[in-house]
């Protein structure tokens, strides 16, 4: 650690919480952001292959969103606004409706929740339970929608779960996800059985609610198939579809949702993370109109919309989704990312390509494999992390405006990580 760094690291220790997570794997204090880089105070410049955890699918500091948001700003626009009506939030849901809603005839109200993805998913349960006036909901294994109390009470991960202070998260009922048991387990067809067995002991729930891909669970990606078979089970039980795209959403995976190859409706779908374009705040629920039974203020919240945010979703939805040009783009920088993959699973024994478009990574088997991976990168110049049950996922969520030359400069780094991990492993088993 540089010595001009060291009163930076002291105040990190001295006086933020023991929460703190991302940070413990780079150490270093960065101090500007550009693009697909972050520059730390020593000068030196890392590749980011992390992105925000998908909170900057277009990249730090877009020119176009930072003149939009300064000029906002400068010009005394609205900074905070409850959920009154404002020029800004009206210029959002016009850009939304005219780039995603209406060239996919998807007919949503759109409500504006707490500011991160967890109060997005909290007001979807509230909302099938309300229209249900059922309580159970069924969640999946590996899955991970958010931390506050209903949301986490949803979350697979049994270490998030036991950070609540408390013995019993009820209301859920899980089932397993799409290939949780292997391939040649059919857990569709588990699920059916379940509910048609009336003496199973499960009831038929308020809603369902999946991540087309699960990013904090291992990248594990449903098919197609899987996921049409869920929305027939909810349809068949008069339970709602909720559809998790918090982080594989906003062309993510290659579409601007995860779940447009399926050609499912959900009742609901959930939004965040990169809905605001820059990096801010900004969580919104996407719900069927026929849903939308809420009473006024019956969810509400100080944060409901960030007028900053909708400056720069704005200035994302009509610069990246006005035609079909972006969306090509991120398809073809899928292909180098998994052919890239490909090449560091080649050199770790037993290793498997997991995930789907610009939300892949490469399963090397153990959590200690994977960390030392991640270590040597980041030796080297690039910031990336981990996922799964065990942390056995080495995760790429590279901003998907990355220039190819940059991914590509970002994949040989993480091919000499893997390598040089490799070759360290096996020299400590023999």
């Known amino acids: 650690m540089p010595t001009d760094m060291s009163a930076d690291f002291e105040i990190f220790t001295r006086r933020e919480s023991e929460a703190r997570s991302y940070c413990r794997s780079f150490e270093t204090v960065f101090t500007k952001a550009k693009g697909a880089e972050m520059t730390a105070a020593d000068g030196t410049t890392y590749i980011d292959f992390l992105a925000g955890c998908s909170s900057l699918n277009y990249g730090h500091n ?171 089970l909810a349809k068949k039980l008069g339970a709602l579809l909720i559809v998790d795209d918090i982080q594989s959403g906003c062309g993510r995976t290659g579409t601007y949702f995860a779940f447009e190859s ?43 919309g960030n007028t900053h945010a909708f400056v720069t979703g704005r200035v994302a939805l009509e610069k990246f989704w006005a035609d079909d040009t972006f969306q090509n783009e ?30 892949q990574g490469v399963d090397v088997g153990s959590g200690e494999m994977a960390g030392d991976i991640c270590a040597r990168a980041f030796e080297n110049g690039l910031i990336i992390e981990t996922s799964g049950a065990d942390d056995e996922v080495v995760k790429v969520l590279a901003p998907l405006t990355i220039p190819e030359e940059t991914l590509r400069k970002g994949l040989d780094i993480l091919l000499d990580a893997a390598r040089n991990a490799t070759v360290q492993n096996k020299i400590a088993a023999e």
């Open 62 to 232: 877009d020119p176009d969103m930072k003149e939009a948001l300064v000029a906002h700003i400068a010009g005394d626009g609205i900074a905070h606004g409850l959920d009154m009506y404002t020029q800004e939030k009206a210029r959002f849901l016009e850009a939304y409706e005219e780039n995603i809603l209406k060239p996919r005839g998807m007919d949503y109200k759109v409500m504006m929740t707490g500011p991160t993805g967890t109060n997005a998913v909290e007001a979807a349960m509230k909302l099938a339970r309300k229209v249900t006036g059922r309580r159970n909901i069924v969640a999946f294994t590996n899955g991970f929608h958010g931390m506050t109390m209903g949301a986490l009470s949803l979350t697979g991960n049994a270490g998030k779960r036991a950070g609540a202070g408390c013995g019993s998260l009820c209301g859920v009922t899980r089932m397993p996800f799409d290939g949780a048991f292997g391939d040649e387990m059919d857990t569709l067809r588990q699920m059916e059985m379940m509910f048609d067995n009336p003496s199973s002991g499960v009831d038929a729930p308020a809603a369902f609610i999946f991540e087309p891909v699960q990013g904090e669970g291992g990248l594990n990606a449903a098919s197609d198939e899987w996921m049409q078979g869920v929305a027939r």
């Open 262 to 304: 399926a050609g499912i409706e959900p009742d609901m779908v959930t939004q965040a993370k990169s809905l605001s374009g820059f990096g801010l705040p900004f969580a919104a629920l996407l719900i069927k109109r026929e849903h939308d039974i809420w009473k006024p203020a019956e969810h509400n919240g100080t944060f409901r």
């Open 330 to 359: 991120v398809q073809h920088k899928s292909a180098i990312l998994t052919a890239g993959l490909q090449a560091i699973a080649d050199v770790v024994p037993g290793a498997r390509l997991k995930g789907r478009g610009m939300m």
